[in-house]
Every structure is written in C-alpha cells, then in structure tokens.
C-alpha cells in the first residue's frame, strides 16, 4: 500500500515558484503531523518543514519566509508551496511523519532542480 505520493517536482529557475503534491493514505494523514524532507546529491536527508493535524506550522530557517506548507483535509493532501527558489534548493523532496520513521515507509520523492 502506497503511504506517500509525492508529485509537482520540476526544473524552474532561480527566483522562480513550485507546487509539491504528496497525497497520503487517510489513516496516517488524519493521525499525524506530517513533514517535508529533501536529499540533495550526497548530502543527508534533511527536514524542511511540518504541519500538524490542526494546522499549525514550523519550517527549517534555510527556508522561512519563502515556502509554505498547507494541507487538505478532504484530499488528504499536503502541498510545499516554494517561492524565491535558490539553487541550493535543488532535492528530491519527500513527505513522511518523521526522518527516521518506524512505521511509514518512504515515498519515491519528487525531484526538484533550480538551475538557469
């Protein structure tokens, strides 16, 4: 059963916008706060931002004041709104419930790449 499905990833420029997608299975989306990750090439996976089953929000300060995470409750669906991209956001970004998680498995990523 797939847990997290990530989508929205693309090449944008820098400056430039995207819009993640990670569709989740009901059960953990209604249960659980739910977290945006990247790995970059040869870097670890890092956490870039959460929101909680009632809305509330926190993001890593590499990204504050440029992304955005939201949810859909009838979707099931977390979105990472990015704005003001850098090049040094370039990832496959993952949703899952924690960085080390025990009982979620892992999503395929989207990936993102900022680049002229």
């Known amino acids: 059963q797939v847990q997290f499905m990530e989508s929205g990833g693309g090449l944008v420029q820098p400056g430039g916008s995207l819009r993640l997608s990670c569709v989740i299975s009901?059960?953990?989306?209604?249960?659980?706060?739910i977290k945006w990750f990247r790995q970059a090439p040869g870097k670890q996976r890092e956490w870039v931002a959460t929101?909680?089953?009632?809305?509330?929000?926190g993001y890593t300060d590499l990204v504050k004041g440029r992304f955005a995470i939201s949810r859909d409750n009838a979707k099931s669906t977390v979105y990472l709104q990015m704005n003001s991209m850098k090049p040094e956001d370039t990832a496959i970004y993952y949703c899952?419930?924690?960085?080390?998680?025990?009982?979620?498995?892992w999503g395929q990523g989207t990936q993102v790449t900022v680049s002229s």
């Open positions: 929101i909680t089953t009632s809305g509330a929000t």
């Open positions: 009901r059960w953990i989306f209604v249960t659980s706060a």
């Open positions: 899952n419930v924690d960085i080390n998680p025990t009982a979620t498995s």
